[in-house]
């Protein structure tokens, strides 16, 4: 099996370079073709990427979505944001971002840089999400919201052995429903980004990071609440400076 991988993804040498330039032409041709309208191939050309999902017995292909849920979620996030944007120049810059996430985050192993795949999967998602669907049904948009949140949460839970990872990857993903169901009745917007994923991602980064601190035993009380003074500062600030009437505001 170890040889098997070595041959699919090569560590050094000549093939490591093949490697690394087949990886940059997926984000090249998805800026292609979002150049040439084809939004639905550009999406289906980055989820076939995916095939070794599928190369395998059925009864591991659940277990094989979740483990690429986020490679999957910043591929589709990637495609839909290159279409929204109007600009060459932004529209490249997506590919360019692809490409680094490509090569140089999703390979990366250990606690710090899994720990930072599940941020930026859960941010990419929730971005896309209500960049593109703004108008959706509540339940829709209630569903997905913790569909993403659950799926990033078993992504990071999962780096770090945690017994209680399912649980509590169900429960991150049952607050970040909550939270988008009761949001989705006044949808706002910053400058693009919506109200749910500013808090959902300020919310989620900051209790990532106490996480991420208690389990190195670098957590002491006095910064365990510096992290949560900012994090309800935050929250308190967007809840007051928000115009609650019943719409959207872009």
Not at 40 to 48: D, E, H, M, T
Not at 102 to 124: E, N
Request: charged share 10%; net charge positive; hydrophobic share 55%.
């Amino acid at each position: 099996m170890r040889q098997l991988l070595r041959k699919i993804k090569p560590a050094a040498g000549f093939a490591h370079l093949l490697y690394l330039v087949l990886l940059v032409i997926l984000p090249v041709l998805v800026f292609i073709l979002i150049r040439l309208n084809f939004l639905g191939l550009a999406l289906a050309v980055v989820l076939l990427s995916k095939w070794r999902m599928l190369a395998v017995k059925p009864r591991f292909w659940a277990s094989n979505v979740r483990a690429n849920s986020i490679d999957i979620m910043v591929g589709v996030a990637t495609v839909l944001f290159m279409n929204h944007v109007t600009t060459v120049g932004m529209q490249a810059g997506f590919a360019v971002l692809y490409a680094l996430w490509l090569t140089a985050i999703k390979p990366r192993g250990g606690l710090f840089w899994i720990s930072l795949q599940a941020f930026i999967g859960q941010f990419y998602g929730l971005m896309a999400l209500y960049l593109v669907w703004p108008d959706g049904p509540t339940i829709g948009l209630t569903f997905v919201t913790g569909l993403i949140c659950f799926l990033a949460a078993r992504h990071f839970f999962d780096n770090f052995n945690e017994p209680y990872a399912r649980m509590l990857s169900y429960l991150w993903g049952y607050f970040g429903a909550s939270l988008g169901w009761l949001l989705s009745h006044w949808l706002l917007y910053y400058r693009g980004l919506a109200q749910t994923t500013l808090l959902l991602t300020t919310l989620g980064y900051g209790m990532a990071v106490i996480y991420y601190l208690d389990h190195h035993d670098r957590l002491s009380r006095g910064l365990r609440r510096q992290f949560i003074f900012i994090m309800v500062a935050i929250v308190l600030v967007v809840l007051a400076f928000s115009d609650w009437g019943d719409k959207i505001v872009g």
